[in-house]
């Protein structure tokens, strides 16, 4: 049986994120963290949801396209080959949080693949910084581009702190989780950059989805 927990929003399936306001760039550096910044485990429970985004039971923007080092893609295209996980994240340059997120989800590529699940990471990165990310980490799931940030408005999910400088057009830390009819049944938004699921909490997400 299906385990349910207290933090769904109102919704039948689940919208989860950390709380509180994000904090200023100023603490984040180019180089790559080893350890997970963010050290204490949370369980499901403990992430408080922020309203942000299309919402659960909604149809993601599937005429949405990325660039990748094969070419351009459509969400649809994407959500035809099966139901996918999307990872929201900021940069894979300049983000220490999002490195640490990025090459710790590669661990549950093959657990999501079991559940019928394809992994996909989105940033407004370039292909080549996506790319060059990818072959130093080893990545086993794709990246995703979107320089323009069109993709990330199409689901509502543009950070709005940010007027000026380098995170223009950054998403909000965000997990998606798509049927392959292109629904979205489940989210995690997280309004704290510095706090994302665990890989725990994304199989818990994808595991709770009736």
């Known amino acids: 049986m299906k385990r349910t927990f207290t933090c769904i929003a109102m919704t039948s399936a689940f919208a989860l994120a950390s709380c509180g306001a994000p904090s200023s760039d100023t ?30 039971g909604e149809t993601a923007p599937l005429a949405s396209t990325f660039k990748t080092g094969e070419g351009d893609v459509a969400l649809s295209a994407i959500v035809e ?22 090459k710790g989800i590669n661990g549950i590529v093959e657990d999501l693949e079991t559940r019928g699940y394809k992994l996909y990471g989105v940033s407004y990165d370039s292909i080549e910084s996506q790319d060059r990310f990818s072959k130093n980490q080893m990545l086993k799931y794709d990246m995703l581009s979107d320089e323009s940030s069109a993709a990330i408005d199409a689901f509502g999910l543009r950070d709005p702190q940010y007027t000026e400088g ?31 699921p665990t890989n725990e909490q994304v199989l818990a997400i994808v595991d709770s989805i009736s």
Do not use: H, M
């Not at 180089?31 to 942000?52: G, H, N």
């Not at 998403?171 to 706090?195: F, M, Q």
């Open 81 to 102: 080959k099966g139901p996918a996980v999307l990872v929201f994240t900021r940069s894979v340059e300049w983000c220490p949080f999002c490195q640490t997120q990025l």
């Open 166 to 196: 380098k995170a223009v057009g950054v998403p909000y830390a965000t997990v998606i989780v798509l049927d392959k009819e292109g629904k979205i049944t489940a989210k995690s938004v997280s309004g704290n950059y510095r706090k994302r």
């Open 27 to 56: 603490t984040e550096t180019d180089t790559v963290v080893s350890e997970e910044p963010v050290a204490e485990k949370l369980s499901l429970s403990d992430l408080p949801t922020i309203e942000a985004g299309l919402a659960v």
